[in-house]
């Protein structure tokens, strides 16, 4: 059995992994409004993976005898001002989920819940993979600079990202 504290602090992650994928969604419907289909592409499939991450919260808390409590999911910004500050905001996200898994972890550890710790390190090896993954393609934009070429190189690149085929960056 989950103990309340376990299961209102898994309840929460599902809410934040509902959160990115509403964030990522909101980030493609931008992408595809400056007609960047590459980037739009790959957060499409940002969004199925969060999508993913959520289920796998959902059915954790069932499995274990918990609750599951859906929370009011908080609206996304709509607008950015370029990728450069999209890919920005999505580091920043993804530092901070990292957190919250950590944060998770250590309530497991107090609680001796060996179960739930087991069941979070697929997270913490997830969110090294996540970091990298936007990580390159906010080096890549930063190398980019101005240069109106490189954005649409990006571009084809990240349309290459399908699923399970990880997550398009240049190798
Ligand atoms: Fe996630
Ligand atoms: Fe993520």
Redesign the pocket.
């Given at each position: 059995m989950l103990s309340d504290k376990m299961q209102d602090a898994l309840n929460g992650q599902l809410n934040a992994e509902l959160y990115?994928s509403y964030l990522y969604l909101s980030m493609n419907a931008y992408f595809k409004s400056v007609n960047l289909d590459g980037f739009a592409n790959w957060m499409y499939y940002q969004v199925q993976?969060?999508l993913a991450h959520s289920m796998k919260l959902y059915d954790f808390i069932n499995q274990r005898g918990g609750k599951v409590k859906l929370l009011q999911i908080e609206a996304p910004s709509t607008a950015w001002s370029s990728p450069l500050a999209v890919f920005e905001a999505t580091l920043e996200h993804?530092q901070k989920?990292t957190a919250l898994i950590n944060e998770l972890v250590e309530l497991a550890l107090a609680e001796h819940d060996h179960a739930t710790s087991i069941f979070l390190q697929w997270f913490v090896s997830e969110q090294v993979e996540?970091e990298e993954s936007v990580s390159g393609v906010l080096q890549q934009l930063k190398l980019m600079g101005e240069a109106k070429g490189g954005l649409f190189m990006i571009d084809r690149e990240l349309a290459k990202r399908s699923a399970g085929a990880g997550s398009g960056t240049a190798e």
């Open positions: 990115s993976e969060e993804e989920v996540e």
